[in-house]
């Protein structure tokens, strides 16, 4: 059967009300034509796109007189030869051609388009996972959000493709350069330490001790996060350069833990860096944790850690390193260590769907903060507080939209010691209030509160850039309408 759309007389009259439209438009409707043509283009140009990756996969471009993959990609696009080719990957191995798609700006969009290049069909991919094929497609259509980690596992696992490539951040607009810029610095001072040549400073510990502090607490405020940014690549140089020169080794090592758990991994977490990053981060906490080799040490790095393991989908990995620390819990500031180690051990459970398991870590969660109180020992901000924010994410975990959203509607997020956790309290919620009938409106708000606190907390987080690009296909035009189109415009995705 030969099926075959032309679309030209449609899109044509389309275009040509467009332009009346434009002549007539006031100030603000000239801003929502703008951000709409956008919307249309980025997704024409994701159907070119995918048009020219089925063309490779047939090996079908040279014979239909279209010259390579890669001259046809450019003249579409109206690239260079060369940005072409770094849009075309071949796999001579498997003979077929992946289009690696930087517009693919959900995970939904993207989990098509590898599915695709994988040529494999909704119903082999559904049955592979574990779901049904109605429920893949909408993800896939952005209906739908897949917002769960057992899920992500599994259609990554059905596809042979890591978690983290479904989960990836698109290629952003270049007013994210300064953050991309502090990331590209980190990097280097990573590999430098970890080639025993960081080119540092010599410091006294008394001096590393407060710049750390310091950058830390940058972290957290949140309105501070460029200063943040700005500190951590000399900072890293510094700090392992002093532990070599040999002098206060046992303190400089603990204070390295917390730099690279709290602060180096935090802060490339929130800003959605690659997870090869990331893992440098707390390999190296972990490194320098069997060096101290002491409990507390071990336990911050195994922290730490465990989010890591849990985004590469290496939940065994995660739960042997949680099985694999004790901590005491005698003094405040190890109790509050230890509630945060039993909280990481619950949603390890909960993505690992070890519903008894998960349960019983949160209990036990539950009891060492009725008896440390608030507080925010090694900068984990463990407490009551902290311990419903956490049963909130559990509940997103297991699918319990409504169990998350009660559960959201309990604590008061404001009194937690970290505005970075207040942030991602606002964009849990939201998330959960997304998946909840008769509340988007409260979902936009949730969303909007979170960027308010801190923007990149939203712009860089996949899963609520997916709640967002979800909100916006159900928007309307009004108030909340054009709130929600701000962030979404703002975080890079089509509006």
């Not at 004790?326 to 909280?343: H, K, Y």
């Amino acid at each position: 059967m030969q099926t075959r759309l032309d679309p030209r007389p449609a899109m044509a009259a389309c275009l040509a009300q467009w332009r009346e439209a434009i002549v007539e438009c006031d100030d603000t409707g000239l801003q929502d034509q703008v951000r709409e043509t956008e919307s249309v283009s980025r997704m024409l140009h994701s159907v070119m796109l995918e048009t020219v990756a089925e063309l490779g996969s047939r090996n079908i471009a040279a014979s239909a007189g279209f010259g390579s993959t890669k001259r046809l990609l450019a003249g579409m696009l109206h690239l260079s030869a060369t940005e072409a080719g770094t849009r075309v990957a071949c796999r001579s191995d498997q003979g077929r051609v992946v289009v690696d798609v930087e517009d693919a700006r959900t995970i939904g969009a993207r989990l098509r388009l590898i599915r695709n290049s994988r040529r494999k069909s909704l119903r082999v991919v559904a049955g592979l996972a574990g779901i049904s094929k109605s429920h893949l497609d909408r993800i896939e259509r952005g209906e739908t959000l897949l917002d769960r980690r057992s899920e992500i596992f599994a259609l990554a696992d059905a596809l042979q493709v890591a978690p983290s490539e479904l989960t990836r951040l698109p290629e952003l607009p270049p007013a994210n350069s300064d953050t991309d810029s502090a990331e590209d610095a980190v990097r280097l001072s990573l590999m430098a330490v970890n080639h025993d040549q960081p080119g540092g400073q010599v410091s006294a510990v008394q001096v590393l001790r407060a710049r750390v502090m310091a950058m830390l607490d940058a972290r957290c405020r949140c309105d501070r996060q460029a200063e943040a940014a700005a500190a951590l690549p000399e900072l890293i140089r510094d700090v392992h350069t002093s532990i070599a020169a040999g002098r206060d080794v046992a303190e400089l090592l603990d204070l390295t833990v917390l730099l690279h758990t709290q602060g180096t991994a935090g802060w490339l977490r929130v800003v959605g860096a690659p997870l090869d990053l990331r893992e440098q981060a707390v390999t190296l906490a972990q490194q320098v944790a069997r060096n101290r080799d002491t409990p507390i040490t071990r336990g911050i790095a195994t922290q730490g850690s465990v989010n890591v393991m849990l985004t590469a989908g290496a939940v065994d990995l995660a739960q042997a390193a949680l099985d694999s620390v004790t901590v005491p819990t005698s003094g405040p500031e190890t109790t509050q260590l230890g509630g945060m180690l039993a909280l990481s051990e619950f949603l390890v459970a909960a993505a690992d769907k070890r519903t008894g398991d998960a349960q019983a870590a949160l209990e036990y969660a539950t009891e060492l903060a009725r008896r440390t109180g608030e507080g925010n020992a090694y900068w984990m901000g463990f407490g009551p507080i902290n311990v419903e924010l956490w049963r909130m994410a559990g509940a997103l975990e297991i699918g319990d939209h409504e169990q998350a959203v009660a559960t959201a509607e309990s604590p008061r997020p404001q009194a937690h010691p970290n505005l970075s956790r207040q942030a991602v309290y606002w964009l849990d919620y939201g998330r959960a209030l997304t998946r909840v009938r008769g509340r988007h409106d409260d979902a936009v708000l949730a969303l909007r509160r979170a960027e308010r606190i801190s923007p990149v907390h939203l712009h860089r987080n996949p899963l609520a850039r997916d709640a967002l690009a979800l909100l916006v296909t159900r928007s309307r035009r009004d108030a909340i309408g054009l709130e929600l189109r701000g962030m979404a415009y703002r975080a890079s995705l089509p509006v």
